[in-house]
């Protein structure tokens, strides 16, 4: 996070994903029906926990938002997508290590789906502009998706080109959907950082309101 160019955070989507994707074109040619497999867990397991990796610029942030829905076990920021073994901040930070900065969500998908973390994941940022969210520009804060299974694959690309289809966004979205390989944890200074550091001028400025009009869209999601 560049703290000398705060960036401007981005409205919320006024309607929900699923929403948006009730009202798209019912043409054949640009209707993408949803995969056709188990809704009632994310899991192969009936009842057991279950993994998401999301890359959406800042990793405070998503860390901030994502840790509030209900159904999310635990949120841990840290590193995917490069080729160093157990990055250092400051090596990524130099674009050269090829790892974006990610949110790892631990689920229950008994009480939140994958589709629905998705629709909190393109709400929450914009998946349009390539390897930058506001001022924080470099290859470290690009829009990604490391899938873990089959399923969060096919979830994960059918959104994307729905969304695509209907014109949800201004431009077409740029987010990486690519397999899951390994992830590092960053340092402990950064794990719970708008928790606990957020009357620091990124925390207030930056990630409060993106946290607060998350709130206001997704209330009905929130942890009690």
Not at 6 to 11: F, M, S, T
Not at 103 to 117: C, H, K, N, R
Not at 187 to 213: F, M, S, W
Request: net charge negative.
């Amino acid at each position: 996070m560049k703290m000398d160019h705060i960036p401007l955070p981005r409205p919320a989507l006024s309607l929900g994903l699923m929403a948006l994707l009730a009202c798209g074109s019912a043409d054949p040619r640009t209707d993408h029906s949803p995969p056709q497999m188990d809704q009632r867990s994310d899991s192969q397991v009936h009842g057991s926990l279950d993994t998401a990796t999301f890359g959406a610029g800042c990793f405070w942030c998503v860390e901030a938002i994502f840790s509030e829905l209900k159904g999310v076990r635990s949120v841990t920021s840290g590193f995917s997508g490069g080729t160093v073994a157990d990055p250092s901040y400051e090596e990524v930070c130099t674009g050269s290590t090829g790892h974006a900065e990610v949110a790892q969500i631990v689920y229950d998908p008994d009480t939140i789906g994958f589709d629905e973390l998705l629709e909190v994941f393109w709400q929450t940022h914009d998946p349009t502009t390539l390897n930058r969210q506001g001022a924080d520009e470099g290859t470290q804060y690009r829009s990604a998706i490391f899938y873990h299974n089959e399923r969060q694959r096919q979830l994960a690309e059918h959104y994307k080109a729905k969304l695509d289809s209907i014109g949800a966004f201004e431009a077409p979205i740029v987010t990486e959907i690519t397999p899951f390989k390994t992830f590092y944890p960053a340092e402990g200074y950064h794990q719970d950082y708008y928790a606990l550091n957020g009357n620091k001028p990124y925390c207030t400025l930056v990630i409060r309101p993106k946290v607060e009009k998350f709130r206001k869209v997704f209330h009905d999601k929130l942890k009690p």
